[in-house]
């Protein structure tokens, strides 16, 4: 008869051929063999006289939290300082450090050691041969003789595996294919039993727990730390109060992202873990809508409270998210996430993608590294940073963004930026929207070639049209009513060869006029305004970002190779440039001095017709022009990045941070979603849409779990008409009926009477 749960998790107690550590761990064996029990679930077995097999379990239970060092001393019969002296050499050798002698083997590469350590250190972290054989830098097939060298053995099929180190994975393993832990194949039977209308993909991300306390989750890290799981399973529990509990009002439009599906689909597990995939990625979001906008900011917070929110006894630290993100950015797959959500994101918005807004945002690097410079806007400075490429939607909301290389400007990020957008919207004509950095007629020929119209301000200088040109052009978009005066003509560029419309706008005080070309001839000259000077949708859109999501933060100062062949500018030219244009501005104050014509007869040779000293000072300008002039002509205006590096050729690694741009970008949207829920029963939106929204996420809110049901009761907010606002925001997201990832929990959401 199988035991109860109650029986399971009894405290030990000492019988004939045990011993016990304490109340609930026991090592029980015979004359051959030892078993180490915790809980009723055996947790390492071992041979009499197999030295590191032993020093490993005594290290397994005091590392685990299952007994303390004291007790697991008496137990084993050894000194206190003994097992801590294998508690060091585990935590610096990893499990093979435990059977060696004092001391280092003569004859034996201090190499060859600490690639052992390396080695058995990745395999117990679940890492696969391939990654370690690339890590290590060595071919798979010799990591795999390394294993054999070491002990290291795959789990048999047939039966639980009672490994003695920290559970590997199989060696097959990767990102590639989700795995499916012990437990969560338990989950989806118990689920297909309970409701065989249940289907596999609904089960899929659900799982159970071995623990029947939310509070201590001992045994799941147990079961994680033997490779037998790879995600923790939520367990809520009740509470009054619970802080920033308010958060979980955007667990719908999370899922309504597809974040959770596509993850699991692009990197399959990051586990055997107990923080899996799907617990680090809304621990992520979560912290991003809570304004935890860099992980070592969660040393500020309680990991408890935090753990409460995601049903977890506490909430991944900050080493551990720093590792869960590394583990995803060497799988290299975040631009394969980001074209599949944006791809849901077109499908969900396709009203909002007639005109689709692109630009470039600059994050300036402050490290000690030598890496590209580029001209960043709001300080006016070259710098040393990076550039990403966002493409938003004709609302401002993002769909996707990718990360330039090398500081590429506007006309060379469009091409591939569009082959993107082309491949996620179909054959549909778009207008792309862009500033006159992009400005170039052979790039407008080309993206009119493909299938889209362009949109941008003209650059450089034009004609200034008289005013007589301009008439009042009104019109109501977007239920908005715009007013401008306005100008309409068509121009030929390229030498006749493209033709495109000019719209020009004079501003109210008439002493400016902004003029707009594009290829779209079907429009209203009002709209064409409108949609360009809508533009500041994406650049609020970048200062939100940047002062509430920290869009500017470095996730790493990690770097990565550049291409040495890369043409950058000379800097020799540009010195030599620089110098000229000075000779030029000189020529030019003499010439505003004295005349032209007094500056071009001195220099035919004509009669003199200004002073000595004048006409000696104009001649020497002159004479260092045409010097300065002939040496800029000889030297390379561009050259590859490694003539102009002495060190090596590198730039910021990007992965990462294309990573969490892409988890912000998620929490954003479930933001705007909020927000556009609310709208309908708050008249201010618009202003303060915003404002309630992050107020209601970072409120204290009742948890009452309840059959299947988990209940979340916020707090009033500081007036009755935000209140009510929330209430019936509330009362939408219920229409949802979704549940709370990795469980079969409803979200039920209400605001407490203020009363």
Not at 671 to 692: C, F, K, N, Q
Request: hydrophobic share 45%; net charge positive; aromatic share 6%.
């Amino acid at each position: 008869m199988a035991a109860s749960q109650g029986e399971l998790f009894a405290e030990a107690t000492a019988a004939d051929g045990m011993v016990a550590i304490n109340g609930r761990c026991v090592i029980r064996g015979d004359d051959a063999h030892r078993v180490v029990v915790v809980a009723g679930i055996p947790i390492a077995q071992y041979a009499v006289g197999d030295r590191m097999a032993e020093a490993h379990a005594m290290v397994s239970l005091v590392e685990q939290g299952f007994a303390q060092q004291g007790e697991v001393a008496r137990a084993f019969d050894i000194a206190a300082r003994t097992l801590r002296r294998y508690q060091r050499r585990f935590e610096d050798g990893g499990l093979v450090a435990l059977g060696r002698n004092a001391g280092y083997p003569k004859g034996t590469p201090r190499v060859a050691k600490a690639r052992a350590q390396l080695v058995s250190r990745l395999k117990a972290d679940g890492c696969a041969n391939r990654e370690i054989a690339r890590r290590v830098g060595v071919s798979e097939k010799a990591i795999r003789k390394l294993l054999l060298r070491l002990g290291w053995r795959p789990p048999r099929a047939e039966q639980v595996p009672l490994p003695l180190a920290p559970g590997p994975a199989p060696a097959d393993q990767n990102l590639s294919a989700p795995a499916t832990s012990t437990v969560e194949q338990a989950a989806i039977s118990s689920a297909h039993a309970a409701d065989p209308n249940v289907s596999a993909a609904t089960c899929e991300e659900v799982v159970t727990s071995a623990d029947p306390d939310p509070a201590d989750r001992r045994v799941d890290r147990l079961f994680a730390y033997l490779g037998l799981l790879d995600d923790a399973a939520p367990l809520f529990r009740d509470g009054t109060r619970v802080p920033r509990a308010g958060v979980l009002l955007a667990i719908p439009a999370l899922l309504k992202s597809g974040l959770l599906d596509d993850a699991r689909a692009v990197y399959g597990s990051i586990g055997p873990a107990f923080y899996g995939l799907r617990t680090t990625l809304v621990a992520l979001v979560v912290m991003a809508l809570l304004r935890i906008k860099r992980p070592e900011a969660l040393k500020e917070h309680s990991p408890a409270d935090l753990g409460r929110i995601l049903g977890l006894d506490r909430a991944p630290e900050v080493k551990t998210l720093r590792k869960k993100l590394a583990r995803l950015a060497a799988a290299s797959r975040a631009t394969e996430l980001g074209r599949r959500l944006a791809a849901r994101r077109v499908a969900a918005r396709s009203d909002a993608m007639g005109f689709l807004y692109v630009d470039g945002h600059v994050r300036v690097y402050h490290g000690k590294r030598e890496i590209p410079a580029t001209h960043v806007a709001r300080v006016r400075l070259a710098m040393p940073a990076t550039s990403d490429y966002w493409v938003n939607d004709a609302t401002g909301e993002p769909l996707f963004v990718v990360t330039a290389e090398a500081n590429a400007g506007m006309v060379k990020m469009l091409p591939p930026l569009l082959a993107t957008v082309r491949g996620l919207v179909g054959e549909r004509r778009l207008t792309v929207v862009f500033d006159r950095g992009g400005f170039s007629p052979k790039l407008f020929l080309a993206i009119i070639a493909s299938g889209f119209d362009v949109l941008t301000y003209r650059k450089g200088k034009t004609r200034r049209l008289p005013r007589k040109r301009f008439a009042a052009h009104t019109a109501t978009l977007d239920s908005k009513t715009v007013s401008y005066q306005l100008a309409d003509q068509g121009i030929v560029l390229l030498g006749g060869t493209l033709r495109m419309r000019q719209v020009t706008r004079l501003s109210d005080d008439g002493k400016h006029q902004t003029p707009i070309v594009t290829s779209r001839r079907d429009l209203p000259a009002v709209e064409i305004a409108y949609r360009m000077f809508e533009r500041w949708r994406q650049e609020n859109f970048f200062k939100y970002l940047r002062e509430e999501y920290a869009l500017d933060a470095l996730v790493d100062y990690a770097v990565e190779p550049d291409d040495e062949t890369r043409e950058v500018p000379n800097p020799k030219w540009a010195a030599v440039d620089a110098k000229w244009q000075a000779v030029r501005t000189r020529i030019a104050e003499i010439t505003r001095r004295v005349g032209a014509d007094a500056t071009l007869d001195t220099l035919r040779g004509s009669l003199p017709t200004i002073d000595k000293a004048t006409r000696a000072e104009l001649a020497a300008e002159v004479a260092k022009a045409i010097k300065l002039a002939q040496r800029r002509e000889a030297i390379p205006r561009r050259i590859p990045v490694g003539q102009r590096s002495a060190g090596a050729v590198i730039k910021l690694a990007t992965e990462r941070k294309h990573l969490t741009n892409i988890l912000k970008m998620v929490a954003f949207q479930a933001e705007s979603d909020l927000v556009h829920a609310l709208a309908p029963h708050y008249r201010r939106a618009d202003d303060e849409g915003r404002t309630i929204v992050q107020t209601a996420l970072a409120s204290a809110a009742d948890l009452r779990v309840g059959g299947n049901e988990l209940r979340v009761t916020l707090a009033p907010l500081s007036s009755p008409h935000r209140t009510r606002a929330v209430a019936a925001l509330c009362d939408e997201l219920n229409k949802a009926d979704v549940q709370f990832p990795g469980t079969r929990l409803r979200l039920r959401y209400a605001v407490a009477d203020p009363t």
